[in-house]
C-alpha cells in the first residue's frame, strides 16, 4: 500500500499535479485515500496510470464545466468597460456642473472596482479550470472479503459511466 501510494504521487508530480489531501491508515487492511490536482490536459493519462496502481474495484469521475461562470464573468468585464468608456466621455465634456462631476467620477470609480473583482474572480475560475480534481482510494486486499460477482447490470452500468467519462474528456 505505501509503495502503490507513493507510486501514485510520483505519478501526479510528473504530469504536473499536486496533492491537495492525504489520508493513509492500516489495521487488518489498509486504506489510502488521496485527493490530486492534475491539469486537465493530463486527466486521462493520469486515470490510465494509476489503473497500473493494482485492479479498479470502483471509479467514479467527475468534470465540472466552468465554461459558463467564464462566459457570465467576460460578458460582464465587457459591459463594465463600456460603462467606463461612457462615463469618461461624459466626463470629458467640460461645462459638467461639479455636482454632475462628481456623481458621474463616483460612479466610473465603482464600475472600476467591480471591474478589478471581476478580473479576479475570472483568474480564479480560470485556474481552477486548469486543473482537475481526482479522489483516489487503494486498499489492500482484505482476507476475510469475498468480492460480488458483479451483476449484467452493474456491468452494463460501468460501460456507461466509462463512455461518458471518455466523452467528457474528449470535450475537455
Given at each position: 500500500?505505501?509503495?502503490?501510494?507513493?507510486?501514485?504521487?510520483?505519478?501526479?508530480?510528473?504530469?504536473?499535479?499536486?496533492?491537495?489531501?492525504?489520508?493513509?491508515?492500516?489495521?487488518?487492511?489498509?486504506?489510502?485515500?488521496?485527493?490530486?490536482?492534475?491539469?486537465?490536459?493530463?486527466?486521462?493519462?493520469?486515470?490510465?496510470?494509476?489503473?497500473?496502481?493494482?485492479?479498479i474495484v470502483g471509479q467514479q469521475i467527475?468534470?465540472?464545466?466552468?465554461?459558463?461562470?467564464?462566459?457570465?464573468?467576460?460578458?460582464?468585464?465587457?459591459?463594465?468597460?463600456?460603462?467606463?468608456?461612457?462615463?469618461?466621455?461624459?466626463?470629458?465634456?467640460?461645462?459638467?456642473?461639479?455636482e454632475t462631476r462628481a456623481t458621474l467620477?463616483?460612479?466610473?470609480?465603482?464600475?472600476?472596482?467591480?471591474?478589478?473583482?471581476?478580473?479576479?474572480?475570472?483568474?480564479?475560475?480560470?485556474?481552477?479550470?486548469?486543473?482537475?480534481?481526482?479522489?483516489?482510494?487503494?486498499?489492500?486486499?482484505?482476507?476475510?472479503?469475498?468480492?460480488?460477482?458483479?451483476?449484467?447490470?452493474?456491468?452494463?452500468?460501468?460501460?456507461?459511466?466509462e463512455i461518458l467519462a471518455v466523452e467528457?474528456?474528449?470535450?475537455?
Amino acid at each position: 500500500l505505501s509503495d502503490a501510494t507513493q507510486q501514485a504521487l510520483r505519478i501526479t508530480r510528473d504530469l504536473g499535479g499536486y496533492l491537495v489531501t492525504a489520508s493513509y491508515a492500516t489495521t487488518d487492511s489498509g486504506v489510502s485515500s488521496l485527493t490530486l490536482r492534475v491539469p486537465t490536459a493530463n486527466v486521462q493519462q493520469a486515470i490510465m496510470r494509476y489503473s497500473d496502481l493494482g485492479k479498479i474495484v470502483g471509479q467514479q469521475i467527475q468534470i465540472d464545466d466552468l465554461q459558463g461562470q467564464v462566459d457570465e464573468l467576460t460578458k460582464r468585464e465587457n459591459a463594465l468597460r463600456v460603462q467606463i468608456a461612457r462615463l469618461s466621455a461624459r466626463l470629458a465634456a467640460p461645462d459638467l456642473s461639479a455636482e454632475t462631476r462628481a456623481t458621474l467620477e463616483a460612479r466610473r470609480d465603482a464600475a472600476r472596482s467591480e471591474l478589478a473583482r471581476v478580473r479576479v474572480a475570472t483568474a480564479q475560475v480560470n485556474a481552477e479550470a486548469r486543473y482537475a480534481t481526482i479522489q483516489l482510494t487503494l486498499q489492500t486486499s482484505e482476507s476475510s472479503t469475498v468480492v460480488p460477482v458483479p451483476s449484467r447490470f452493474d456491468n452494463a452500468v460501468d460501460r456507461a459511466v466509462e463512455i461518458l467519462a471518455v466523452e467528457a474528456m474528449v470535450v475537455l
